[in-house]
């Protein structure tokens, strides 16, 4: 116990540091992936060396980011703008919804501000918040920094491994174990990316019909968020709803907003995930949530981002030793803790070549 909260402080204290390493690896994942996607193009896979294919996914990866990164900067900004303007549709949607309910005195931004909103100033608010858009945009710069050195890395990484010990068993252990959580976690990022563009792109469609400003920043906001268990859709569809409320001031406009953007979340959550990703970590839905709990209390917004990744490899690494196994068995949704488990020798305990 002393040991796990030692850990978890040093984890906290530092967030700083860590969290810019790991997403780098994660960003490592996607790059390797997406260079092994094209490896697979008839044209490309066929006069594109190796290296050369990284170097496309790099680039498209870096675009994709920087133009998301763009996309944020230039809303957020608009989206401050434009909030006084949006405060009188909320006011005349806060009086409608108070004459259906049969309230006697209809509300008033002054009453608003002196009963309920005295504490909030909305100015301070807003520079924060481009404040924090600011530090995204730095830590995104670190991010690539590392991921580029974690990238030159990977050419040493297997003779590093080998030279780990001098027992082919043990090296052949940690190749397995590595090899599993690089198969789980880089299927899961790769899967979960692309459900989450179709989402993005889903919820874009629908806004942009409805009539939603900043549809396109909006739908980026919810792609993001959907990395987030449980929490990132509830939250990727509340904050469209919320302005859409004061830009419309129509609670049946605001209705319809919250229907299609839920129908695109039941249809991605409940079909098109499970379709294609399975049961690709094999982790148990209280452990999805413990874990998210966990991570995003010691990293925040990050940690609750990285927390599925995390978790299904420290399963991965549990289900490797007989003597934390069970642990893995108890984490994992059916007690099936993972192909290397399967190819360890019941006598000797260490995985075999």
Do not use: C
């Amino acid at each position: 116990m002393a040991i796990a909260i030692m850990a978890g402080f040093l984890l906290y204290i530092g967030r700083s540091i860590i969290v810019p390493i790991v997403m780098a690896a994660i960003v490592v994942y996607v790059i390797v992936g997406l260079a092994h996607y094209l490896d697979r193009l008839p044209v490309l896979g066929r006069y594109l060396p190796g290296w050369l294919r990284q170097l496309v996914a790099v680039f498209a990866i870096g675009a994709a980011i920087a133009s998301m990164i763009a996309l944020i900067i230039t809303n957020a900004s608009s989206v401050a703008a434009v909030i006084p303007r949006y405060q009188e549709q909320l006011l005349s949607l806060i009086q409608s919804a108070a004459v259906h309910l049969g309230v006697q005195e209809e509300p008033t931004w002054t009453t608003l501000r002196d009963q309920v909103l005295a504490e909030i100033e909305f100015r301070p608010l807003i520079q924060t918040t481009l404040s924090s858009v600011s530090q995204i945009v730095a830590v995104a710069a670190v991010v690539f920094i590392y991921a580029g050195f974690l990238l030159s890395e990977r050419v040493t990484f297997g003779t590093k491994i080998s030279r780990l010990s001098s027992d082919p068993e043990t090296v052949a252990e940690i190749n397995a174990i590595l090899a599993e959580v690089n198969d789980r976690v880089g299927a899961y990022l790769a899967l979960k990316t692309f459900v989450n563009i179709v989402l993005g792109a889903i919820s874009w469609v629908m806004m942009s019909v409805v009539g939603v400003e900043f549809a396109a920043f909006w739908a980026v906001l919810i792609g993001l968020l959907n990395y987030i268990p449980y929490v990132g859709s509830f939250i990727g569809v509340l904050f469209p709803v919320v302005l859409s409320a004061m830009q419309f001031g129509d609670i049946g406009t605001v209705l319809l907003v919250l229907l299609v953007l839920s129908a695109a979340q039941m249809f991605v959550g409940s079909i098109l995930e499970p379709y294609i990703m399975g049961n690709s970590l094999n982790l148990s839905p209280t452990v999805i949530l413990l874990g998210l709990a966990i991570w995003s209390a010691l990293w925040g917004i990050p940690g609750a981002i990285l927390s599925v990744p995390i978790m299904a490899s420290l399963v991965i690494v549990l289900a490797s030793f007989q003597s934390t196994r069970p642990f893995a068995v108890m984490l994992s949704r059916n007690g099936q803790v993972g192909e290397a488990i399967e190819r360890r020798d019941p006598e000797t305990g260490p995985l075999v070549s």
